[in-house]
T-cell receptor, first 113, second 116 residues
Framework: KAGVTQTPRYLIKTRGQQVTLSCSPI?????VSWYQQTPGQGLQFLFE???????NKGNFPGRFSGRQFSNSRSEMNVSTLELGDSALYLC????????????FGSGTRLTVV | AQTVTQSQPEMSVQEAETVTLSCTYD???????LFWYKQPPSRQMILVIR??????QNATENRFSVNFQKAAKSFSLKISDSQLGDAAMYFC?????????????FGQGTTLQVKP
């Protein structure tokens, strides 16, 4: 059974550019969440999608957006990149139901220069 | 709002010994789930153990067990017979039992060093 796949693994972008990160969940998982991990702020929740609908959104500016497709694959987009957006972006998927833990991908390391 | 606190930024343990990582949380909800995740240098977060708040019995997974004290809002992880492969950052996480959210709230993490 394939795990959660995130692409690309590494990305270097320039300030002001935009970036799109991709996440393919485990087959059958309809819930996908995104997290930003930095040394200073730790793991912060970005947003959660379930059946193509955004169910929750974290406290991030509107430059951060996402979507989920009918096959449960998800993308997140960051526009007008800032140096502070440099982070590890983690995607996680889960079966429906709060009792299940999330399975995480290996993340995308974004560096903004 | 719920919060999760891990007060030990770093811990170390001798191989084959036992170590306990601490976690406290704050919530007004009565039904929720608690998790411990491990993040090795490979970056992938791995689920170590899960506890349902409505269950009084502490969860156990092989060498990993928890001490869940609901009234004290404490959820510690005990690793027995520590192995070199246990070296990683460990995160405690909270998830509401509400079906309307899958959001995980994480603690700051504890880096565990295992000495041979």
């Amino acid at each position: 059974k394939a795990g959660v796949t995130q692409t690309p693994r590494y990305l270097i972008k320039t300030r002001g550019q935009q970036v799109t990160l991709s996440c393919s969940p485990i087959s059958g998982h309809r819930s996908v969440s995104w997290y930003q991990q930095t040394p200073g702020q730790g793991l912060q929740f970005l947003f959660e999608y379930f059946s193509e609908t955004q169910r929750n959104k974290g406290n991030f500016p509107g430059r951060f957006s996402g979507r989920q497709f009918s096959n449960s694959r998800s993308e997140m987009n960051v526009s007008t990149l800032e140096l502070g957006d440099s982070a590890l972006y983690l995607c996680a998927s889960s079966l429906p139901g709060a009792s299940y833990g999330y399975t995480f991908g290996s993340g995308t390391r974004l560096t903004v220069v | 709002a719920q919060t999760v606190t891990q007060s030990q930024p770093e811990m170390s343990v001798q191989e084959a010994e036992t170590v306990t990582l601490s976690c406290t949380y704050d919530t007004s909800e009565s039904d929720y789930y608690l998790f411990w995740y491990k993040q090795p240098p490979s970056r992938q977060m791995i689920l170590v153990i899960r506890q349902e708040a409505y269950k009084q019995q502490n969860a156990t997974e092989n060498r990993f067990s928890v001490n869940f004290q609901k009234a004290a809002k404490s959820f510690s992880l005990k690793i027995s017979d520590s192995q070199l492969g246990d070296a990683a950052m460990y995160f405690c996480a909270y998830r509401s039992a509400s079906s309307n959210t899958g959001k995980l709230i994480f603690g700051q993490g504890t880096t565990l060093q295992v000495k041979p």
